[in-house]
Each structure stands twice: as structure tokens, then as C-alpha cells.
């Protein structure tokens, strides 16, 4: 579980294509940019914010990572 500095330091985290935002996808371990339409994979913890080693993410998955989540 992160603690609180981990959650400090996430909140700096940006996508280093677009300089855009990252949404965290805990099911895959992933940072997902949906601007860049990439998703960066996480590794022992550590994010892996290199555009050769991030999952392009197609349009269907974009376009249902852009819709608000409900519970």
C-alpha cells in the first residue's frame, strides 16, 4: 500500500510525450496517459516513464479510459 509520500511523489508524475496528467491503473500496474494514448508500465514498484517501453493503447481502450468511472 502506498504511504503518504508515495502519494506525494505519484501526484508529480506526468507523461513525458505530452506532459499531460497519469492515471494510475492498478489492476495492470500501469501510469496511463490518455493524451499520448500510451500506458507505462510499472516494474517492483518503480514506473517505467519511457515512451519505447510504454503499451500503445487503441482507440476502444482510450475511449473507455475517457469516460468518468462510476461505482
Do not use: F
Not at 506525494?8 to 492515471?23: A, E, I, S, W, Y
Not at 493524451?35 to 516494474?43: E, K
Amino acid at each position: 500500500m502506498m504511504n503518504t509520500m508515495d502519494t506525494q511523489l505519484t501526484q508529480l508524475l506526468v507523461c513525458p510525450v505530452t506532459k499531460g496528467p497519469l492515471t494510475l491503473a492498478r489492476d495492470r500496474q500501469e501510469w496511463i496517459s490518455r493524451s499520448a494514448r500510451l500506458a507505462y508500465p510499472i516494474r517492483d514498484g518503480i514506473p517505467i516513464l519511457l515512451e519505447h517501453e510504454a503499451r500503445v493503447i487503441d482507440e476502444e481502450e482510450a475511449e473507455r479510459l475517457a469516460k468518468p468511472h462510476t461505482a
